[in-house]
């Protein structure tokens, strides 16, 4: 099992900046991934950046350039930083990782105004 706590959600205007912090403990080698996931009200959970088992990082479009996906291996803790926000990036953002299956934390909810 895997268990992850997310935090550093909250408000900011248009073009302010906010850093969530997802810590991982539990079962936490062999992980085959670990990011970040946000699901906007009626619409479908999309992926927003992540690491693969091999380092590599994978963003969305929409925040290449003004989000960035970064890891504390010491304190099995993935940051999200997230610069430049719009009103779209409004949603609940969500921790996730996979091994075999998908773990999820329980969401902080980020909020943009414009």
């Known amino acids: 099992q895997v268990q992850l706590v997310e935090s550093g959600g909250g408000s900011v205007q248009a073009g302010g900046s906010l850093r969530l912090s997802c810590a991982a403990s539990?079962?936490?080698?062999?992980?085959?991934?670990m990011g970040w996931f946000r699901q906007a009200p009626g619409k479908q959970r999309e992926l927003v950046a992540r690491f693969s088992s091999d380092g590599s990082t994978t963003y969305a479009d929409s925040v290449k350039g003004r989000f960035t996906i970064s890891r504390d291996n010491a304190k099995n803790t993935v940051y999200l930083q997230m610069n430049s926000l719009k009103p779209e990036d409004t949603a609940v953002y969500y921790c996730n990782v996979i091994r075999g299956v998908a773990y999820w934390g329980q969401g902080t909810q980020v909020t943009v105004s414009s």
């Open positions: 539990g079962i936490i080698f062999r992980i085959n991934a």
